[in-house]
C-alpha cells in the first residue's frame, strides 16, 4: 500500500474524492467515517488506507459477520452509529433496505442494473461465485469432489467447513439454491439435512477460509476469491466451480440513514466504485468486480469470465420474503444433525 496514495494523485482521483465533499477542503481532513464491513481485516484495510490517503478522511472501521452487523443497525436505527456497510449480500442488502439513504454512485452505470439497486439504496462492488475449496494436501486433486452432490458421500463428513446462514449471506444463499437445485420440497431439504450433517458448522466465513487454507478442514463451502487468495500464498488450495451449478452474487455498499458522516459516505460509496480502487482489489484480494469493464483475464488470478461457467438462476426475492422462515428451517436442520 506504500505506493497507493502516489499511484491515486496519478489519476486524478485525491483531488476528485476531496472536491467531491465540501468546497472548504481543510473541513474534509477533519470528518471521520464510520464503516460497517463484512470483509476481512486485508480488505478494509486496503480499501480503508486508500480512501484516507485520498480523501483525508480517518475511516473506524467494525468488522464481523454480515447477520450480526444488521442485527447491530436494526438496534442502532433511531440514532445510527455508522455511515457505511459493505461487503454484504445483495440478499442482505435488499431485505434491510429501509436503513439505507439512495445515492447514485458517479460510476454506477458501469455496474450491470441487476446488481444494483433500482432506486439506489445500494450498489454492488464485487461479484462472489460459490465454490468449493479444496485442500489438496488433504485431499489430491483428482480424488474430490467435482459437484454439489458428490458433498453428501458419508465419507467426507466432518470434512466440510460450513458457515452458519444466519451470519452469512453468501451461506445462506448456497443452501437456498441447493434446495432449489434438488427439486425442492422435503426431498430436497433431507438431501440438505445429508449435506449438513457432513458439515462443521462455523460463526464466520473467515474461518471457512483460513481452516481450509491451513488443512484444518480439508473441505470448504466457500466463495471464488479465498481460494484463490490461498493459493496465491502457495497455500495447497483447488477452486473447484461446481459441474452441476453455481451462482454469482452480488456484494455490495449502502449508506446507512442517519448516518453521522454524510459526505463522507458518498463519498466512500463513489471511491470504492472506482475502476481503479475494484482492479486494485482483485488484484490484492482476488474479489471479482461488479463492474463490467475491467478485463479479468489481463489481472491475477485470471478468474474464468461467467460465461465459462454453469451459472444457475436463483430467485431471490422468493428466498428474501421467507427469509425468517428458511433460517428457522435451517437451524433446525443444524441442530438435528450434530
Given amino acids: 500500500?506504500?505506493?497507493?496514495?502516489?499511484?491515486?494523485?496519478?489519476?486524478?482521483?485525491?483531488?476528485?474524492?476531496?472536491?467531491?465533499?465540501?468546497?472548504?477542503?481543510?473541513?474534509?481532513?477533519?470528518?471521520?467515517?464510520?464503516?460497517?464491513?463484512?470483509n476481512d481485516n486485508t480488505v478494509n484495510s486496503t480499501v480503508a488506507d486508500a480512501f484516507t490517503k485520498a480523501s483525508g478522511i480517518a475511516?473506524?472501521?467494525?468488522?464481523?459477520?454480515?447477520?450480526?452487523?444488521f442485527?447491530?443497525?436494526?438496534?442502532?436505527?433511531?440514532?445510527?452509529?455508522a455511515d457505511v456497510i459493505w461487503g454484504v449480500?445483495?440478499?442482505?442488502?435488499?431485505?434491510?433496505?429501509?436503513?439505507?439513504?439512495?445515492?447514485?454512485?458517479?460510476?454506477?452505470?458501469?455496474?450491470?442494473?441487476?446488481?444494483?439497486?433500482?432506486?439506489?439504496l445500494w450498489i454492488g462492488t464485487n461479484l462472489q461465485v460459490l465454490t468449493i475449496s479444496q485442500n489438496t494436501a488433504?485431499?489430491?486433486?483428482?480424488?474430490?469432489?467435482?459437484?454439489?452432490?458428490?458433498?453428501?458421500?458419508?465419507?467426507?463428513?466432518?470434512?466440510?467447513?460450513?458457515?452458519?446462514?444466519?451470519?452469512?449471506?453468501?451461506?445462506?444463499?448456497?443452501?437456498?439454491?441447493?434446495?432449489?437445485?434438488?427439486?425442492?420440497?422435503d426431498p430436497a431439504w433431507a438431501k440438505l439435512g445429508t449435506l449438513l450433517a457432513n458439515t462443521k458448522v462455523l460463526n464466520r466465513s473467515t474461518l471457512v477460509f483460513e481452516g481450509n487454507g491451513s488443512g484444518e478442514y480439508p473441505l470448504g463451502i466457500s466463495l471464488e476469491y479465498a481460494g484463490l487468495l490461498w493459493r496465491q500464498?502457495?497455500?495447497?488450495v483447488l477452486v473447484v466451480y461446481p459441474a452441476d451449478g453455481t451462482v454469482a452474487i452480488a456484494e455490495g455498499v449502502a449508506i446507512i440513514k442517519g448516518g453521522p458522516n454524510p459526505d463522507a459516505a458518498r463519498a466512500f460509496v463513489d471511491f470504492i466504485n472506482t475502476r481503479a480502487?475494484?482492479?486494485?482489489?482483485l488484484r490484492t484480494t482476488f474479489r471479482r468486480p461488479a463492474r463490467q469493464d475491467i478485463?479479468?483475464?489481463?489481472?491475477?488470478?485470471?478468474?474464468?469470465?461467467?460465461?465459462?461457467?454453469?451459472?444457475?438462476?436463483?430467485?431471490?426475492?422468493?428466498?428474501?420474503a421467507s427469509r425468517r422462515e428458511t433460517l428457522a428451517r435451517l437451524k433446525t436442520l443444524i441442530q438435528d444433525t450434530r
Wanted: include cysteine; glycine fraction near 6%; charge should be negative.
Fill in 1 to 38: 500500500m506504500g505506493n497507493v496514495a502516489s499511484w491515486l494523485c496519478r489519476i486524478g482521483l485525491a483531488a476528485w474524492v476531496v472536491a467531491a465533499l465540501a468546497p472548504g477542503g481543510p473541513a474534509a481532513a477533519e470528518q471521520r467515517l464510520v464503516l460497517y464491513s463484512a
Fill in 59 to 69: 475511516v473506524d472501521v467494525v468488522s464481523t459477520g454480515s447477520g450480526v452487523l
Fill in 71 to 81: 442485527r447491530r443497525i436494526a438496534s442502532e436505527a433511531a440514532r445510527p452509529q
Fill in 89 to 120: 449480500s445483495a440478499s442482505l442488502l435488499k431485505e434491510n433496505s429501509r436503513f439505507f439513504e439512495p445515492y447514485a454512485a458517479k460510476e454506477r452505470d458501469a455496474v450491470a442494473p441487476e446488481h444494483r439497486d433500482k432506486n439506489d
Fill in 138 to 185: 488433504a485431499i489430491p486433486a483428482a480424488e474430490g469432489p467435482k459437484q454439489w452432490s458428490d458433498l453428501l458421500d458419508p465419507k467426507w463428513k466432518e470434512k466440510i467447513a460450513y458457515t452458519d446462514p444466519a451470519n452469512s449471506g453468501s451461506a445462506y444463499v448456497t443452501a437456498t439454491l441447493l434446495a432449489s437445485l434438488w427439486g425442492g420440497g
Fill in 233 to 236: 500464498n502457495n497455500a495447497p
Fill in 277 to 281: 480502487i475494484q482492479e486494485q482489489l
Fill in 295 to 320: 478485463d479479468l483475464a489481463s489481472l491475477p488470478g485470471h478468474m474464468p469470465p461467467l460465461s465459462q461457467l454453469k451459472i444457475l438462476p436463483y430467485d431471490d426475492a422468493k428466498w428474501e
